[in-house]
């Protein structure tokens, strides 16, 4: 046991994960939940997530660890309706997958007599809801912590023993600078999905191509952007917002690269593709190597 009683803030797929992993690895005795839709609050209730609270401040009074599983957009009125009320030395942390943004927003409703760690679990699914929490989401993957800039001799110890909570529900952790998070995170994530979204968007519109051909015929390619582009729009709306600078700093390089390869196409430059495409290539092995990926064909599919 890490913590003795934790706050959950907002019941979704990471929020509801954490839940299931804490008790199931025994890293929380007591686990409180607490969510602003009432339709969501009973559905956690049915779930067996925790003690499910009425309200923010009723879920925090007690807890030593306070988790803000809300959209990122969404953490400043968290902070306002669930922050003010932790108690002395507990400890305040979020999961959003921007942290600059977040930190602005989250720590100056911090009290001084506890201490906010950022941090973000590099998990998550196409699904959404309460229902759609499972123990293993942080097993073998990546959690994130963008600790502040506290002198504090306790600070420093509410930062280690966060870690040993993320590493008791599987995860392995690792500390960054909260700007060089949302860079990276640019890269391995926002941009992605961000082309994705855009892909499915634009083969919807296609009039040369009825919707019902696109859907029939999708390819791997195709269906694998489809199950990113599933997503939670309003999470990924709020991320885009929350961290544009270093989004857009990204997709100005992926702009150019991808005029680059317009002009191998169009002048039938295949060593620039075949270069382009084997460099890629390798990136994949890397991830597989990485732990990040399975080598089975097709993600592993049967179909």
């Given at each position: 046991?890490?913590?003795?009683?934790?706050?959950?803030?907002?019941?979704?797929?990471?929020?509801?994960?954490?839940?299931?992993?804490?008790?199931?690895?025994?890293?929380?005795?007591?686990?409180?939940?607490?969510?602003?839709?009432?339709?969501?609050?009973?559905?956690?209730?049915?779930?067996?997530?925790?003690?499910?609270?009425?309200?923010?401040?009723?879920?925090?009074?007690?807890?030593?660890?306070?988790?803000?599983?809300?959209?990122?957009?969404?953490?400043?009125?968290?902070?306002?309706?669930?922050?003010?009320?932790?108690?002395?030395?507990?400890?305040?942390?979020?999961?959003?997958?921007?942290?600059?943004?977040?930190?602005?927003?989250?720590?100056?409703?911090?009290?001084?007599?506890?201490?906010?760690?950022?941090?973000?679990?590099?998990?998550?699914?196409?699904?959404?809801?309460?229902?759609?929490g499972f123990a293993?989401?942080?097993?073998?993957?990546?959690?994130?912590?963008?600790?502040?800039?506290?002198?504090?001799?306790?600070?420093?110890?509410?930062?280690?023993?966060?870690?040993?909570?993320?590493?008791?529900?599987?995860?392995?952790?690792?500390?960054?600078?909260?700007?060089?998070?949302?860079?990276?995170?640019?890269?391995?994530?926002?941009?992605?999905?961000?082309?994705?979204?855009?892909?499915?968007?634009?083969?919807?519109?296609?009039?040369?191509?009825?919707?019902?051909?696109?859907?029939?015929?999708?390819?791997?390619?195709?269906?694998?952007?489809?199950?990113?582009?599933?997503?939670?729009?309003?999470?990924?709306?709020d991320v885009f917002?929350?961290?544009?600078?270093?989004?857009?700093?990204?997709?100005?390089?992926?702009?150019?690269?991808?005029?680059?390869?317009?002009?191998?196409?169009?002048?039938?430059?295949?060593?620039?593709?075949?270069?382009i495409f084997d460099?890629?290539?390798?990136?994949?092995?890397?991830?597989?190597?990485?732990?990040?990926?399975?080598?089975?064909?097709?993600?592993?599919?049967?179909?």
């Open positions: 046991m890490i913590f003795e009683r934790i706050a959950i803030i907002g019941a979704g797929l990471i929020g509801s994960s954490v839940a299931r992993a804490a008790r199931e690895t025994g890293a929380a005795e007591t686990i409180a939940v607490f969510d602003a839709s009432e339709d969501v609050r009973v559905r956690a209730c049915a779930l067996g997530l925790g003690e499910v609270a009425d309200s923010a401040e009723e879920a925090v009074a007690k807890a030593d660890l306070v988790l803000l599983c809300v959209p990122v957009g969404a953490m400043k009125d968290a902070a306002l309706s669930a922050v003010s009320e932790v108690k002395t030395g507990a400890i305040v942390t979020d999961v959003g997958s921007v942290k600059s943004a977040v930190i602005a927003d989250v720590a100056p409703h911090v009290p001084a007599h506890a201490f906010f760690v950022p941090g973000h679990p590099i998990a998550g699914t196409e699904r959404s809801g309460p229902e759609a293993a989401l942080f097993k073998r993957r990546w959690h994130i912590l963008t600790p502040l800039a506290d002198p504090r001799a306790e600070y420093a110890a509410a930062v280690e023993k966060l870690e040993a909570f993320w590493r008791a529900l599987g995860a392995d952790v690792e500390r960054m600078d909260a700007a060089r998070h949302d860079v990276v995170l640019a890269v391995t994530s926002h941009l992605p999905h961000l082309i994705a979204f855009n892909i499915v968007a634009m083969a919807e519109d296609l009039e040369s191509v009825t919707e019902s051909e696109v859907v029939k015929y999708s390819a791997s390619g195709f269906r694998d952007f489809t199950r990113i582009a599933a997503s939670d729009p309003i999470m990924w709306r917002l929350n961290n544009r600078e270093a989004v857009l700093e990204v997709l100005g390089r992926f702009t150019e690269d991808l005029a680059a390869l317009q002009r191998a196409i169009r002048w039938g430059d295949g060593q620039v593709l075949y270069d460099r890629a290539r390798r990136m994949r092995r890397e991830v597989i190597e990485a732990g990040q990926e399975t080598p089975a064909p097709n993600w592993g599919r049967e179909n």
